[in-house]
């Protein structure tokens, strides 16, 4: 959204002032964009909580917009400091903010769109109280979802180069341009500065301006992804109690051969994962960081004929009062007297999860001598009935902040269905900011529905407190690059000497564009300029890959 949209500039580590260019329009219903539209939905849409008091409701009612990311947002105040100027203040110092999945929220709206949703939410926290106001809140909260005029755009005004005239979803999208878009002197090559005297990216200043855009979109460009390809492991009380032992988690990742997984199962698009981090990041620890995993360099870790995996596993098992213990290179469940049979959920509709599910399976029977039990379940049953612990059988210690994915210890809070292992979400590692990754390493951590408790020998004073946790805090309150490189690669080593769960692989896209489309040029994140791209008709063009 910036430098375009206008100046975000860095006051110091924790606080940010936004200006915003002075000729920006929504459609003529709603007038001038302002800062009073950033600074109205953040209070009321972002941050849309109600206290205690207000509401009859014991501990208050938190979010009732059911906005995805607000628990980020309520570090944050914002405070209107002029008509076209903000400023951001958090609570503690990041200067790695403008490149946060947060601040890509800082998109223009105009207030008008959520006013009457507000309004009725006021009025009936005034109104009513307890399970009634929550019942309210939770409809209105379904109308703003479910409301058609914010996703169509057509308030949009000036803030894009084109006006759409067609769209046929998954196929065919027609526009025609708007001579009034907000840099249409800069897209006509007459100019590259904005207002705020920021210099406009070359890449705007020479996109032609056409009078209409007719394009037809096709996948077959490989771009770098963010997201890593994990098995998970099931640690809370009805899962697979053996893998809250390190030594568990490494043996079956050392039954894995990698290299060939990722070059089989994703047809070589993908690179082996070990870490929470693609290999292609600034942040990846170096090779002697990277090598120093306490279990081998994970490039020469694979156990071929699987004794070292069985090994690594059986000093696990050794570790605590489990019902698994290998006969030869079976491992049997000594509470049925049979060869172990693990459960492996894959997303149903989902080809590729199926074959990952089939290859992991395959190669974890040759090696680590454990049969498994594929299931497949949709995505949505999968977080409801798996996922999500809904069922609590004990206290749960004060300052708990785990959120609805993890409102409990793992032998507190358990899911509706037992599961063993799964292959249904993988996650982002956020190569731009891998701080915002710390939520997946400790205890009460929002994302750790897997039930992980960091190892006793990395365990630190504080409730969810591990030395992971604690290198993630260190790099953010450092704007030394150097410094954060060091911490980050701490944490990384030890997050792949945990395998809180098992990284797999970190799977590329292939996109692909008619052979006239010119744009893309980037191999990650290359849809940031995409306003620049176009379609040359007098162009022979070329298939672009990286």
């Known amino acids: 959204?910036?430098?375009?949209?206008?100046?975000?500039?860095?006051v110091d580590a924790s606080t940010y002032d936004v200006t915003l260019r002075d000729n920006l329009e929504y459609s003529s219903e709603y007038g001038s964009v302002t800062a009073s539209d950033f600074v109205y939905r953040i209070q009321n849409v972002y941050q849309a909580d109600f206290s205690a008091e207000e509401t009859g409701v014991d501990s208050g009612i938190t979010n009732w917009t059911a906005y995805p990311d607000s628990g980020t947002w309520s570090s944050i105040t914002i405070e209107e400091t002029g008509?076209?100027?903000?400023?951001?203040?958090l609570d503690d110092p990041d200067p790695a903010f403008p490149f946060r999945p947060t601040a890509s929220a800082l998109y223009p709206a105009p207030r008008a769109l959520f006013e009457g949703y507000v309004n009725r939410a006021e009025d009936a926290v005034a109104d009513m109280s307890g399970e009634a106001l929550q019942e309210q809140l939770n409809s209105i909260s379904m109308e703003l979802q479910n409301d058609e005029t914010i996703p169509s755009l057509e308030w949009t005004g000036n803030l894009g180069p084109y006006d759409r005239d067609s769209w046929e979803q998954g196929s065919r999208w027609v526009a025609t341009r708007?001579?009034?878009?907000?840099l249409a002197a800069a897209a006509r090559g007459e100019g590259g500065q904005l207002e705020n005297g920021v210099d406009l990216p070359r890449r705007f200043e020479m996109a032609p301006y056409f009078d209409q855009i007719d394009s037809q979109v096709v996948y077959v460009q490989e771009e770098r992804q963010p997201f890593v390809t994990p098995v998970m492991w099931n640690m809370r009380a009805n899962g697979f109690l053996p893998a809250r032992e390190r030594e568990v988690r490494q043996g079956m990742m050392m039954s894995i051969d990698k290299e060939t997984f990722a070059a089989n199962v994703f047809r070589g698009f993908a690179l082996p994962a070990y870490t929470m981090q693609p290999q292609w990041s600034r942040w990846y620890?170096?090779?002697?960081?990277?090598?120093?995993f306490q279990w081998g360099d994970p490039n020469n870790a694979f156990s071929e004929d699987g004794e070292m995996a069985r090994q690594r596993i059986e000093e696990g098992l050794s570790k605590g009062d489990y019902t698994y213990e290998y006969d030869g290179e079976t491992l049997i469940n000594t509470e049925f007297g049979e060869p172990a049979q693990l459960s492996l959920i894959a997303q149903a509709g989902q080809p590729i999860e199926t074959t990952i599910a089939e290859e992991l399976s395959r190669q974890w029977s040759e090696r680590a001598g454990i049969e498994f039990n594929i299931?497949?379940?949709r995505g949505g049953a999968f977080v409801q009935q798996y996922a999500v612990p809904s069922q609590t059988d004990g206290e749960v210690p004060e300052g708990w902040e785990g959120g609805p994915f993890n409102p409990g210890p793992r032998d507190v809070a358990t899911p509706q269905e037992s599961w063993d292992l799964s292959l249904i979400y993988g996650f982002n590692t956020y190569p731009l900011t891998p701080g915002d990754s710390d939520v997946f390493m400790y205890e009460d951590g929002s994302i750790n529905y897997y039930g992980y408790v960091a190892s006793d020998d990395i365990q630190e004073d504080g409730l969810g407190q591990n030395q992971i946790r604690s290198a993630y805090e260190r790099a953010a309150q450092t704007a030394d690059v150097d410094e954060r490189r060091t911490e980050?690669?701490?944490a990384f080593r030890l997050i792949a000497r945990e395998q809180p769960f098992g990284f797999l692989a970190m799977e590329d896209d292939t996109i692909g564009y008619t052979t006239s489309y010119q744009g893309p040029t980037k191999p990650f994140s290359s849809n940031y300029d995409a306003v620049t791209y176009f379609k040359d008709d007098e162009s022979e063009g070329h298939l672009r890959s990286r």
């Open 83 to 89: 008509d076209l100027t903000f400023r951001l203040t």
């Open 285 to 292: 620890p170096d090779e002697e960081a990277v090598a120093d």
């Open 1 to 10: 959204m910036f430098p375009l949209l206008g100046n975000l500039e860095q």
């Open 375 to 377: 299931q497949t379940v």
């Open 488 to 490: 980050l690669a701490e």
């Open 178 to 182: 708007d001579d009034d878009y907000y």
